[in-house]
Each structure stands twice: as structure tokens, then as C-alpha cells.
């Protein structure tokens, strides 16, 4: 069992900028392949990025160049840095984990993150 923790969401400026964290508790964090989804009102939940324990990072093509996702694996924490930010980027924000031999999901409670003037 994991439990995810975010926190960092908020209201910000069309070309603002947020940092979201996802605390994770329960399990050896290092098992465990880390992603960030979306949902916006009346859509899909979308993948963002996502990185795997000492593997290299994996972005949509929407958020590529602006997002940045990172881990810690001492802090047992998964980041997300997000510049330049678009209205279109409003959404619940979730972080995942995902076991990287049984690959059974765990969520976070979610963050909202809302860009608007």
C-alpha cells in the first residue's frame, strides 16, 4: 500500500509558475514508477509526465519544454515543475504510482491548479 500526499496547487497568471509535490508513505518508494495526471472539467484524465526510478522522464507532448517532473527518492517525493503556464493547463492535478513488476496504480486525493487572469 501507498499513500500520495500533493500539495502545491493554487490559482496563477496565465505565464506563471507552480511547483507540485507528492509526498508518498507506505511502501519502498523506489519500487514504484511516479506520474502526474490531469483532469479538466468534462475531460479524460490525461497523463503529464512521468518518471521511473533512476530512469529518464516521459512528458505529453503539450506540457514538453514548460513541465518538469523530478523525484527524491531519499524524501520519498515526486515534483512538478510547472512554467509558463496556460489557462488550458487548469485542472485537478493526481499523482500516481505505479509498482513497477505488478503495476497496480495508487492516486492521490488530488490538487487543484487554476490559471486565469
Known amino acids: 500500500q501507498v499513500q500520495l500526499v500533493e500539495s502545491g496547487g493554487g490559482l496563477v497568471q496565465p505565464g506563471g509558475a507552480l511547483r507540485l509535490s507528492c509526498a508518498a508513505s507506505?511502501?519502498?518508494?523506489?519500487?514504484?514508477?511516479m506520474g502526474w495526471y490531469r483532469q479538466a472539467p468534462g475531460k479524460q484524465r490525461e497523463l503529464v509526465a512521468s518518471?521511473?526510478?533512476?530512469?529518464?522522464?516521459n512528458y505529453a507532448d503539450s506540457v514538453k519544454g514548460r513541465f518538469t517532473i523530478s523525484r527524491d527518492n531519499a524524501k520519498n517525493t515526486v515534483y512538478l515543475q510547472m512554467n509558463s503556464l496556460k489557462p488550458n493547463d487548469t485542472a485537478v492535478y493526481y499523482c500516481n504510482a505505479r509498482h513497477y513488476m505488478s503495476r497496480r496504480d495508487y492516486w492521490g486525493q488530488g490538487t487543484q491548479v487554476t490559471v486565469s487572469s
Open positions: 507506505g511502501s519502498v518508494f523506489s519500487l514504484y514508477n
Open positions: 518518471i521511473p526510478s533512476g530512469g529518464s522522464p
